[in-house]
């Protein structure tokens, strides 16, 4: 299934590592030079956090390249790295790539070229059998599909948050025989860009600051 | 106020960048080279995203160095990069360095000593104004928390989400005198950091993957 003991026991903890992390707080190194990602390989140096978060944009069209299951594991890993109240972790994920399931999901939203066009499709669900307050932990699942959608653009690849398909939330949970405690959140899909896109655009930071005290 | 047309605008559109961005996606470059962040400079180099997701830590104690206006608006900025449905933008921010205020703060947590002993406290709310569909915005306010948080250490800063204070959220938001559309969601304390933290741990991801199909 991968996890820490999967792909990052190499990465985090190798002694082949170069990259240094920060030891000053005590995190453990980390690597990911030349990984294998489904046939790509992702960029030696890696992008920063700051190009990452300003850069990434959402991906609806791509290419027929898989992409492989070591990377989707690496995706929803730094998923779970989402901070989390009482750090109840209370994110789930299915990893959807049978074509046949995929045209069931996408008859549950108006995006369905989206996913019929994605090499892997990742449902993303809250487990309420570990619910903390609905609230956190709603916020917990967005910081949690935020790391996925920052590692995905990372490593080369491409996705889009669905939220519209939220609209026919128990007909995928029924597609997809998720456990009852398992309510979907979003879906993300996710493959190689066949599209390049232009830089985004946000209100002035004037519009969201209420004020300064 | 700052704002894309503040920091960012040397950063994002200098000249002197050379670091590239990812030209080929049409972004603008970066650069945080040599800034002043509140007495310190961050990296050169930068965090890669994936060192910022695994090594960040909740941060509780804090230096009393300050941080800056500059660093704020940055942190802000990079939070208002998240993504969110139809693009809405539903988060709202009040800075706080105020200590009489910050001790008004302090009274509605637990963790007062926290708040206390931070320079600087965003208080993040969903302006209900703005919104879209409730889960929906609520994710993308946990997306821009998490953009901050990330921001937070890779300019050297730390930072802890505290959620506690949710429980008296209506005192909070007299106290703060915010609009009645904004509801709060988190109040994020910040500063330079006085402890170090060990690595975090996170449930393998067999615990969270309900199933390949």
């Known amino acids: 299934m991968g996890g820490r003991s999967g792909f ?13 992390g920060s030891p000053e707080l005590g995190a453990p190194p980390l690597s990911h030079q030349d ?6 390989r992702i960029t030696k140096k890696g992008k920063t956090m700051i190009e990452a978060i300003v850069e990434r944009r959402s991906i609806r069209s791509f290419t027929p390249d898989p992409v492989e299951d070591p990377a989707v594991d690496r995706i929803l890993t730094l998923g ?20 046949a399931l ?12 989206v ?7 990742i449902a993303v669900f809250l487990d309420n059998a570990q619910s903390y307050d609905r609230v956190k932990d709603i916020q917990a699942v967005g910081a949690c599909i935020q790391n996925m959608l920052l590692a995905i653009h990372e490593m080369g690849l491409g996705a889009v948050w ?18 009852e405690t ?7 899909a996710l493959g190689h860009p066949a599209e390049k896109k232009r830089p985004g655009s946000r209100k002035p930071l004037a519009d969201c600051l209420l004020g300064r005290k």
Chains 1, 2 share one sequence.
């Open 8 to 20: 990052f026991s190499g990465g985090l903890h190798g002694k082949d590592d170069q990259r240094g």
């Open 115 to 121: 996913i019929l066009g994605a090499p892997v499709c």
């Open 162 to 179: 669905l939220g519209e398909i939220l609209k026919n939330r128990a007909a995928v949970e029924a597609v997809l025989e998720v456990p």
């Open 35 to 40: 990984r294998p990602l489904g046939g790509r």
């Open 102 to 113: 995929k045209g069931r999901l996408a008859e549950q939203t108006r995006y369905s070229r």
């Open 182 to 188: 398992c309510e979907l959140m979003a879906v993300i």
């Open 80 to 99: 779970t790295w989402a901070p989390s109240g009482l750090n109840n972790q209370p994110w789930k994920f299915m990893v959807v790539r049978d074509p």
